[in-house]
């Protein structure tokens, strides 16, 4: 075994807790990006001392340091004329497969933790669409919510007018995340024609009239739930008939919950920071038109659903411990732990699907995997969003747009060749292991790359 960036290590054991042991070291208190580097290590690692040349070249290390990381202040005035200053980040991961890709958050909590774990976890996730994007993230921890139109405005011209020295539609195409939707996509788009007196597809997740795809706000919901379907066709099952507990009630969930509907399952949770809903006869029709209402035009609490509709509300409570066949995290990271899996085990979950970014920590997954669950991991299941921006991308270099069928029929054939790759690497007989699958496939086409270019 040759040397390596920690020493020379005869195991896959061995060797993981020394790389782990280094990275930790050099990124100090970044427990988000040390968790999401550990998930895909314990697949590849293994993986790695079969295929020497990935291990010998450094490729692991080098995937795991960011091309760069931007940071800069962002100065905005409220109403009231008052100046504010805010972070303003974009981490640039890995260019090899295509320019960096990847969401804005606009949320208290954005650091350069939770960023790095994000870009770190695109690089898979883009490459697992098989089109040709790398993989960035970035945003700011400036909170949107209580803001009005005109302050949100201000301060994204004020991001972008910083940002925008360092993407372009070949270099770096952001999207939304967190915080981030169509409005403001269009400021931040706007703002960025305005200083390059250019129209190009610098920033997708744009409004239909100027350049935006179709079926791109559904894409992530519905994306997860193609997925889940297709894990269930290799085992002769599918979705209906299931019960399905969703967690969040934003984008994702919202639509996740409108594709369970569509496909014959029953949705009979839905939460949001206060607490959940339990609708034992299921929220779909004018009950889930409630609730996009509610969640997008009045910012209302999932509580009102309970009120209106009299069904249970449980405050300050995830909705774990409710019996479910399909379990689907769409909130935010971490949010389902081991105490949880747990529950949804006892309780007779048959498979697990991640609609947020990691939002089961690797205690719950080990758990899952343990008890033979079907887990998807978020880097293949809610691959559908980045997906359409990629497919947004393609309709801006040619100046045309697809219908809403055409678009959606590409998500559902990209979902299912994500599925056949993890089956590829992730397939031991009859147990499939679609998180060993995922890392591996999504390792592999950037890593090749990498090894091509040379020790760049």
Known sequence: MSAHLYGDYSTPERFLECFMAGLIKRNPGELEFHQAVKEVAESVVPFMFTHKEYFNKLILERMTEPDRSIIFRVCWEDDEGKVHVNKGYRVQFNNAIGPYKGGLRFHPSVNLSILKFLGF??????????????????????????????EIMRFCQAYMTE????????????????????????????????????????????????????????????????????????????????????????????????KINDLGGTVIALSDSSGYIIDEDGIYGEKLDFIMDLKNNHRGRISEYADKYQVEFVANQRPWQVKCDLAFPCATQNELDLDDAKALVANGVILVAEGANMPSTIEAVHYFKANNILFAPAKAANAGGVAISGLEMTQNSMRLSWTSEEVDKKLQNIMKSIHDQCLAYGQNGEIVDYL??????????????MLAYGVV
């Not at 939304?176 to 400021?187: H, P, Q």
């Open 121 to 150: 976890e695109q690089q898979f996730k883009n490459s697992l669409t098989t089109l040709p994007m790398g993989a960035g993230k970035g945003g700011s921890d400036f909170n949107p919510k209580g803001k009005s139109d005109r």
């Open 163 to 258: 940002l925008s020295k360092y993407i372009g539609e070949d270099m770096d195409v952001p999207a939304g995340d967190i915080g981030v939707g169509a409005r403001e996509i269009s400021y931040m788009f706007g703002q960025y024609k305005r200083i390059n007196d250019n129209f190009v597809g610098v920033l997708t997740g744009k409004g239909i009239s100027f350049g935006g795809s179709l079926i791109r706000t559904e894409a992530t919901g519905y994306g997860t739930v193609y997925f889940t379907q297709n894990m269930l066709n290799h085992i002769n099952d599918s979705v209906a008939g299931k019960r399905c507990v969703i967690s969040g009630s934003g984008n994702v969930a919202q639509y996740a919950a409108k």
């Open 436 to 449: 060993k699958g995922a890392n591996i496939a999504g390792f592999v086409k950037v890593a090749d790359a």
